[in-house]
């Protein structure tokens, strides 16, 4: 029987979603924000290029290295619970930033921020999906949390160089703090415990092996950008990570508790869906890297304008998060990620004819960037609705543990590799215009083009069963449990 939910909200649901859109806006500010202010706090607490990075870095790597333990946590103990101790810690972490006088402080407050991040994430995310019932009002909801995600990324470096300029760097920690008071004080009256508090035994050796994977991964990748795909610092701990996913696979496919079941890491929905939104966030934050690049290189323009541009991405972005529920409901969620990718990656196509003449340049990144940001959320939330359909309520802080890793790891990866690639093809300290302008078109080429096979890759072999009989999707079986809501094939 298909389901037939209302896509209205009664308002205590929709106070439930204010509350959890708010801690996910915070997050995906707190990405951005801090990293415009680097020059100003490098100026300020005598911190040279190299312990600048370690700002970002040990930001990563404490989110990307937790994220999916933390969702299973999640789990097992109460995620209402971790909810409120991630924004607790978020909103510590970043007072003691904007009191830091010293670069070991701003260390421990972007560590304190990382672990939050982790810990917060899938369980807001998770709090997300088990509140509204799977359909029309669970992607409504997503499609609002996709718009405001990558909003708040596009907001931060905006708002980053007006705290910056205005108030001072201190300010991009500070403006955490009263929303994460203000959630601190609602949430725990209006958010219900969704998950069922259990006696299972934690998967002890899957989740050490596991993060330091994801520590080993994000440490190579972030040590890429810095000393290049070749560096013993960078293929060491790359080499590392692989082995150690390998370790984990077999860890997963032999344990009594798995922290992730290899069956769920099988299915098409799972292991596409965030290839995906694997492939849509590291290109997005790796082409915003090389816009930089050509606006400020080539152009010439200021920091400030250099913002301004970027603005338009988080208003073609939030209109996608506003529509992308609607799209998925007609056309379903598969059908709604293929089309998101192939608008994200035609338009970086488009980037192709840029120039060195600053009216055209300009306009040509406005259009396409607010185009481009519109398909990168109808990917966000479709992937999410791919992802955490089909599940039953225990497994979904796993999921979203999943997706909110995934995030985490692309925004790492998108900016090294396009990077490199820009490097490879003539980008340099010493470059000219032309010389960045080239090394510009050619990580764009690249980011297309990863965009344009991903979305091949989910087109071809992503299918969407034509039925899913009641007692596979209540046992989860994977064979039949990939349908998701919206799919005009599908039936409940």
Known sequence: MAQTQPATLERRDVIVLVVLLAAQFMFALDFSIVTVALPAIGTDLGMGPGQLSWIVTLFALSAAGLMLLMGRIGD??????????????????????GVATEPNVVYAARVLQGVATAITTPSALALLTTSFPEGPARNRALGLNGALLSLGFAAGSVLGGVLTELLGWRFTFFINVPVGLAVLAIAPFVIRESSEPSRKKLDVPGAITLSLALLALVFGLTQAGETGWAAPVTLGPIAAAVLLLLAFWFIESRSTHPLAAVTILKRPSVALGNLGGLATFAMESGKVFLLTIYLQQVLGASPLLTGIAFTVLGAGAFTGGMMAAGIINRIGARSTLVLGLLIQGCTALAFLALGQGFAAGYAIILVATALGGFGHVMVIVSYTVAVTSGLPDEEQGLATGLTAMTQQVAFTLGTPVLAAVAIAAGVSATASPEQYLGGVRTGLVVDALVLLVVAGLIAAFY???RTASPASTATGDAEHDDAEYGDPVTTR
């Open 463 to 465: 299918r969407v069963p």
């Open 76 to 97: 097992y103990y109460g995620r209402k619970k971790l909810f409120l101790i991630g924004m607790a810690l978020l909103t510590v972490g970043s007072f003691v930033g």
